[in-house]
Nanobody, 120 residues
Framework: QVQLLESGGGLVQAGGSLRLSCTAS??????MGWFRRAPGKEREFVAA???????FYGDSALGRFSVTRDNLKNSADLQMNFLKPEDTAVYYC????????????????WGQGTQVTVSS
């Protein structure tokens, strides 16, 4: 059974940092991505990392977020710095076998999400 489990969400003040982790079980090594959905908005691509370590970032993440992975642990982390209130959202981890990791249609497996709230 495939499972993606996110952790690390919470409440943080603007300008602060959070680190999200995603651990995958029940599947081989896939490309790993992070998406988010803010209240009343569409789900948005945040960042992704391929098996080889190639990284992709959405516009909102450039310069502030960093995605890494540990293939031995089958996990991927999202380090978020300089957080803003507009980063408030539910963050989802996902797994994909595709090369183009910035397209949510390419993801087969999704976690349940973890809430990130940034206060002003």
């Amino acid at each position: 059974q495939v499972q993606l489990l996110e952790s690390g969400g919470g409440l943080v003040q603007a300008g602060g940092s959070l680190r999200l982790s995603c651990t995958a079980s029940g599947l081989g090594t896939y490309g790993m991505g992070w998406f988010r959905r803010a209240p009343g908005k569409e789900r948005e691509f945040v960042a992704a990392i391929s098996l080889s370590g190639t990284v992709f970032y959405g516009d909102s993440a450039l310069g502030r977020f960093s995605v890494t992975r540990d293939n031995l642990k089958n996990s991927a982390d999202l380090q978020m710095n300089f957080l803003k209130p507009e980063d408030t959202a539910v963050y989802y981890c996902a797994a994909s076998r595709f090369v183009e990791l910035n397209d949510e249609r390419h993801y087969e497996y999704w976690g349940q999400g973890t809430q990130v709230t940034v206060s002003s």
